[in-house]
């Protein structure tokens, strides 16, 4: 079965500092990796996903993540934080060698991003 | 385009009582997720549909939880005898659908209060 651990609940970071949201995983298979994020009374919005191909994945609003089989992780990372990337962000995983549709995703990381 | 819908955004039940929610998926979209996502926890599969396929039930918490979908697009999620545990946010997504790992497209949500 497939599962998603995201060990921080929480990261705090400096406006302008790099930040990183760490997920790791689990399939029997190969993933498909996706992060999601959820903003204050907002609904969950999609970032990146990994399907094949190259390790770094780049997304939206200047957010990558790299791809690491080895150590079977998928973090999300971003050169320079602001304060509007404050939000809870998901890691998700599906199983490609299943062939089904089931999602499964993380418990969540809250970012908080200090002016 | 409209994006996905859910309605009620909140409702508030007492316990013993079912309740039903709705979603509407973007048209065209072939699957269909739900998901519970409590106070502080992350987001609990629940079921997806894909097609005319038989669904992935594996995530319903109980059997007084089910769920259909009419006609390859509107989807209810039926709490029967709802008890205070079910309270939490239910969210649904939708995504084009067949083999492909498309990012999946969320509702609002609907804010179940069980008292």
């Known amino acids: 079965a497939q599962s998603v651990a995201q060990p921080e609940d929480q990261v705090n970071v400096a406006e302008g500092n790099p930040l990183t949201v760490k997920c790791t995983y689990s399939v029997s298979g190969n993933p498909y990796l996706f992060w999601y994020v959820q903003y204050p009374n907002r609904g969950l919005q999609f970032l990146l996903k990994y399907i094949t191909g190259d390790n770094l994945v780049k997304g939206s609003y200047g957010f990558e993540a790299e791809f690491n089989k080895s150590q079977t992780s998928f973090h999300l990372k971003k050169p320079s934080a602001l304060v509007s990337d404050s939000a809870l962000y998901f890691c998700a995983v599906r199983d490609s060698s299943t062939g089904g549709f089931k999602t499964i995703f993380g418990a969540g990381t809250r970012l908080f991003v200090k002016a | 385009g409209a994006g996905v819908s859910q309605s009620p955004s909140n409702k508030v039940t007492e316990k013993g009582k079912d309740v039903e929610l709705r979603c509407d998926p973007i048209?065209?979209?072939?699957?269909l997720y739900w998901y519970r996502q409590s106070l502080g926890q992350g987001l609990e599969f629940l079921i997806y549909?894909?097609?005319?396929?038989?669904?992935?039930k594996s995530g319903l918490p109980s059997d007084r939880f089910s769920a259909e979908r009419t006609g390859g697009s509107v989807s209810t999620l039926t709490i029967q005898r709802t008890q205070q545990e079910d309270s939490a946010v239910y969210l649904c997504?939708?995504?084009?659908?067949?083999?492909?790992?498309?990012?999946?497209?969320f509702g609002p949500g609907t804010r179940l209060t069980v008292t």
């Open positions: 549909f894909q097609g005319n396929s038989a669904p992935d």
């Open positions: 048209s065209g979209h072939t699957a």
């Open positions: 997504a939708s995504t084009p659908g067949g083999g492909e790992p498309y990012e999946q497209y």
